[in-house]
């Protein structure tokens, strides 16, 4: 059973989003996705200022036996990246929804909350992929 | 002989399981108008027998020739013991075998292939090899697009003395994945890029060819350090040969080349009509996760004891599909094998002495060539073991009428590069003594004084 933080959305794509403060999105995989892809040895980052449309990759993580994909949820502009992740991606294993955060985008506009999953429907995702 | 192990009664009973009335029926989501019965120029199919046939007399065509070619593939001597170790049966294999791990050799093999290129490029990392010098400027210029994503511009710049069939073979590969080819100017007097270039876009990588496909050299220094200035990575494309003498890309500018590629031919593989060669592809270390193909890393294993392994495959194409760093990542395992043993047995000295005495025979053809009447140099400045010259008449000719005597007198450059005139590159390796210089400088004259 994996982790699944309450106050967080989800994709299909196996990310979460965390809305700040601010009104930047935080963005990284979930615990089930890490837990699928194995000890992660490299994640290649987008740089920062560079504009990124929903659906559209921008970033990469890498295990040693996969490299795969992860998607912008929703269209707006990096504004930070987790620079840790260069030295040390296995923080993504360790700590999915804190320290292991990938990136930060600025939404262009209003986030369209219901091209997103709540917690409940990622459970059901998981709960239909495991069966 | 069938390569299909399967009976008819198999392929049978496995439609049968299946359902599927014919092997055509397997086909049928291909679109029917992408389907073609035949291929222009490939004909059909031949026995053995007839192949055979074929192959020996196209192999008695070839003789013995005197060949002042170069133009990309270069004839050097071949120590005997080259082939003879290579063919072996424990390295006879194009392949890189499937469960490589269980082929240490192999893999020691490759590992020490790589460890030689990336001291001759003085580079960080080498791939175990790519097809040929070709296809392998095609992936760099992939790689770099995909390693410097600042510019999405997908613009590749060439210098002019860029292989001119490189750039149609890049074009090719990568011209359909949204990458374009432009030539930077030439000075007329020199052969060699000039800089700056009036561009609206800044291009994603600058390739620079060392010699050039002309002969000259090129500042490459200057060259390095403008392109990095406008952002762009360098690709090296180098001749393995040149490398014992010339600077090696990792050091070029204040940064060096970001990626060197080049034709491994020149290193213990014959000339064979034009293949099979290899290529080869090192790059610095940052750039090693976009760069395709295998790469062989040694380890230690559960006793501690060291051991070689494929790394870095999570971006190949059997784990990562159509998002892999390349489609074409096999390698050319033989050929590698023989340059290893070619490289193993000059050394660097041995490698170094083999360019200095090329260098030093095409100084003298070029000066038995220029001392004709109706032959003067293209370009000034430094060569390597190849220079261009221009004839007063067509050169196609010239050629012919030089071939009837048996020597293969150099590449015509007039149908490539028709803006040079009536141009010929030629090119004397080690393997050329000054008799064989006099009888071609002889034979041109007679030619041209017809």
Redesign the interface.
Known sequence: MSELPGDLLYTSEHEWLRREEDGSVTIGVTDHAQAALGDLVYVELPEVGQDVDSGGDMAVVESVKAASDVYAPIDGTVVAVNEELADDPEKINADPYGDGWIVRLQPNGDIDESALMTPDDYQSLLDEEES | MPFIPHTEDDTKEMLKAIGAPDLDALFDEIPADLIIDSLDGVPDALSEMEITRLMRGRAAQDGAPLCFIGAGAYEHHIPQAVWDIATRGEYYSAYTPYQAEASQGTLQTIYEYQTMITELTGLDVSNASLYDGASALAEAALMAVRGN??NKSGRILLAPGVNPTYEKVALAIAGSQGLSFDRMPMDAVTGNAVTPVNDSEAPVAVVIQQPSFYGTLEDADRLTNWAHEQGARVIAVVNPTSLALLKAPGHWGDEGADIAIGEGQPLGVPLSSGGPYFGFMTCKQKQV?QMPGRIVGRTTDLNGEPGFTLTLQ??EQH??RS?ATSNICTNQGLMVTAATIYMALLGFEGLRQVAIRSHQMTQRLLAGLTAIDGVDRLFDGPYFHEVAVRLDRPVAAVLDALAAQNILGGYDLSEASPELGNALLVCATETKTDADIDAYVDALKSVLTK
């Open positions: 994503r600042n996760r999570a971006r784990i990562r998002k």
